[in-house]
């Protein structure tokens, strides 16, 4: 919202001394956020009113003139401009060199020079009203129409902001910082906001008296939704422009002067904050009926719009039927025309809820509409009405009343509050005067009785629609009229009841810290909805997928139950840069089933689990590595991450994986995730190209953080160890599982041996069809000597001839 | 003899002092005292001298060989010493191997600095599910009953579950604020944690606004609490984040679940509060909302709030990273784009 600071001193009497930095400052600390506090006249800063002496042909140029300009003082100037209405003894707006405009009102500002047009020395520039940035105040009829001031009766060279009456504070106000607040929904409400805060007197508005007696009328059939309607029927009206002074104010509170009929209407709302309408009252039949609208009803508003009503709506109607959405927007049929002489004037109080709808419903919102959905106050008509009557006289002097109602169906209770001034000192943690608080109230408008420990408030009208409240209310008033910065912090005391020792949430930590430090893995985030190429790509079913109702996108309507869909996607996104990338992601999934709430026995939730995934990508590993690399980060992780260890299995093919190179993961007899690679369908139904990818998911959820930290503490061995390398032929289908069992499990092939470890396999020239070689460091040792190498030797031995009959293994000749 | 002695040793010396690879010593010592060295062939002499002279002789040049073989031990140690293993050439200026390269998403780097922070403070990690219901979304957090923000085209509300009751209308939560409830019901007061998570808002997304983006709320409730002790919480994040005391203010604002309400600003970090165009001229940012929770909301809690107040904070992650390291996309965070991600380590 905008406000001209002028117009603000017109309701309080704001001292000429005032710092308006402090004055914004001050709003935004106790009441709205001031956005801007602009000096209006800056705008102007280097344009003159000039008087045009001569219009001149330019010798180079058909569509140009040079113009001998007065800009004062008697000082003639040349000036080149293309301007079509261009005549001598015209005044117009002269933006001198220094001066800042826009090109045709649109593009970067530009700062004018002199310079030479065509060949023709120009000193500065004859302006268009949008190339000054007032385009909406003094229309132009055509292109290149130059802005003609001949209305404005001052001497050539008078500073254009003294002409136009632009030396102005403009305050622009955070909408959203008073949504809360619908007394501030103008100027008369922030004058008395200011009033308040700096203890100036505020300028009543007297409530508008008629004795016209008639048989004017308005019907209210919806009290539930109109708590009052004034309505004034008058003669003697025409549709002509309003005075510049109107329209000038209008114009800087944001708005388009049109005529002065309508204009008188926007200038009230502005001031008051209380929107009124004025009808053609030749166009009324019969009297006005403020009704439910009929399902299915038609109305063509001002906009042209034609709409199907439902019941919920609210309108204004004649005897033929809907002549205006209330509260929202005229209708065309009724509106001020050029052949308007009789007008009835709405001032009227609608419900704010069921205006916010109808407004939404048909995507509606007005100045009105925004208004009245804030609750505004019945009273406010009686400000409203007296103001608007206060311009229309003036401005008709020919005006007669010819009717009047004031139709008052809900009168609005003033808001009662009870306050312990003991719980008061408490909560503000600082001890203020019984006549401290009492005067902050008061200023604001409330009634205040103090009577031992209790503070009976009754708030103004104004703050009575839902705004004031509670006792919790009116320390929030208290306190931000004294000033929030002035309150020293308070430092809240420590209680030592322990170290605090989440497990659940350290081990999601461990596990994040432990894939990206340790892991080289990169973290990312995706979206919990998922794109359905991803979804039929990677799940290839949706049953027990959740969907949204309104998605971000048609394409985009079910919420994850897995994190590999938009993993995949994220691979495939990043493939063009990367060739060689690890990503995990670790979020929540949603499953439509096992409904159930811990907390309120009415709410049912889905199912909602935790899970992390991640994804192996690259186009210059070979699988068998990549395979190692992704297995070895989860063989590793309960290890380094201090969790109940899990097992690889191989139970359940995941339905995204290579028919081959999958694997579940088991805690116990609980399946917690799986791992694989991605199968070349799945990944060609990505969109991913060169890259194969390795993938796991894992329930975060049942995973079991140990109780503290686990290492297992060996003494250092006494004596050498050593290493020693055996390569074997095995079958082909014979798994590494097995081969280390052969060599450490139960029964140990040699009491010498301290581990055996996988070094690699090889299958390929100089291995016998159906067989592959496998390299194993053995390392041998012994406790209570150093070996000598025959004793190794015969150790490796032991074990090669257990292979040997155990698994059918040879020693590999080559 | 002795002259020739002596020269010799002297002679040795010097060159041995200047030797200055192995090379040369191995070519010295054949040439002093190898078989066909010089001071060997001296010893030759020997036999010819007369027999008194001889045995003086014999031991100074004795003497001699040995100190050459010392000095040469010596100095071939000392250009051991000296020596490199490269050639002179080596190039210190090629750069290093990056080691492995993973790194936390930039929001769970600040969320970690800022538990810790908490932590230290006596506060609790809390999360909660993202799919809730409009009872705890809306009407526990004191929001009217024809609040906007229940609407579709502000929340986004699962298919299914889009009418009935409001505890029967599930949607991604809009804000944390719900789940705060649900700690409060589920433990005993005094409270303080903090609760760290991603929230959803049904909105047209720009470089400014995001569908998803991620929160931070901080709660403490307790019998004896002045809404001013919100500022130590806002200030040991601010110092938290910026590594340096941020000045703050607290003005008034407007939030249904918090009575009375702030809008929290902290100063303008790239101007220092005198102005600029970050800072729309003003010197101070708008940070976060806050406030004492409201008295329905308590009361939803089920607690009393004659009994109990407390303060709140949410901070906007997003924008608080955004604002740290100047990033000026918040959808950047959700792009999964490593060219993105990978600058935050």
Redesign the interface.
Known sequence: MKLSLSWIKDYVKIPEDMDLKKLAYDL??????V??AEDLARRFDGMIVGVIDKVEQHPNADRLRVCKVDIGGGEIRDIVCGGINLKEGMRVAVSCPGAVVRWHGEGEPVVIKKSKLRGVESYGMICASEEIGLGDLFPAAQEAEILDLSDFDVPAGTPLADALDMNDVILEIDNK?????PDLWGHYGIAREIAALYDLPLVELEPFQTDVASDFKVEIDAPDRCARYMGVEMSGVEVKPSPYKMQNRIWKAGMRPINALVDITNYVMLATGNPTHAFDADNITDHIVVRHAAEGEKLLLLNDNELTLQEDDLVITDSEGPVALAGVMGGAKDSILPKTRRVILEVANFEA?GI??TA?RYETRTEASSRYEKAIDPERCDQALALSMQYFKELYPELKVTGFCDNYVKKLERAQIDVSLT?LE?????SLTNEEIQGKLEKLGFVVQIDGDNMHVTAPTWRST?DIS?K??V??EV??MYG??N??????T???TGA?N?KD?SLV?NI??Y??????????????WMSDTYVNAVLQSTEGV???????APDM?F?RSSLLP?LC??VA??ER??ND???FEE??V?FDKNYV????P?????E?RRHIGGAFASSVKNINTLFREAKGVLEHMPRYTHMEEYLFRKEEKPVWADSHVWLNLYLGDQKIGDMGLMAKKVSMECGIKNLSVMLFELDTTLLKPLRSRTNHFTHLAEYPETDYDISMLFDVNTVWHDIYDVIMGRKKASALLKDAAFVDEYRGKQIPAGKKSVTIRLTIGSDEKTLTSQEIESTAGQVMKKLEKRMNAELRTQ | MKDKINSMLAEAKNKIHEAASENELQNMKSAYIGKQGALSLLMKEIPALSVSLRPEMGKLLNQAKNEVKELIDKKRVELKLKASEVPPDFDCSVPGILPSQGALHPITQMCYDLNDTFRSMGFEIFEEDEITSELYAFDKLNFPPNHPARESMDTYWLEGHDSGATSEKLCLRPHLTGGSVRYMQTHKPPYRFVYPGRVYRNETTDAHHERAFFQYEALIVDKDITFTSGKVMIKSILSKVFGTDVPVRMRSGFFPFVEPGFEIDMQCQVCGGKGCSVCKHVGWIEVMPGGSPHPNVLRAAGLDPDEYTGFYVNIGLDRLVMMRYGVDDVRLFHSADLRFLKQFR
């Open positions: 935004t600390m106790s009441t709205v956020e956005e801007d910082s008073m949504t809360n607040r809820t916010r709808r939404l719980w408490k909560r503000l943690g600082k839902g509670i919790d209310d320390m929030e306190a931000r929030y910065d309150f020293d912090a308070t430092e809240f420590t209680s030592f605090i989440q949430k930590r994040k810290e894939l990206a430090f340790r892991c080289g893995m990169q973290e990312v985030y995706t979206y919990p959740l969907k949204l109702s309104t998605p971000p309507s919420i938009n996607e994220a996104k990043n840069y990367f990338f690890a990503i979020a929540q949603f709430s811990l907390y309120d009415a709410e049912s939730l889905p909602q």
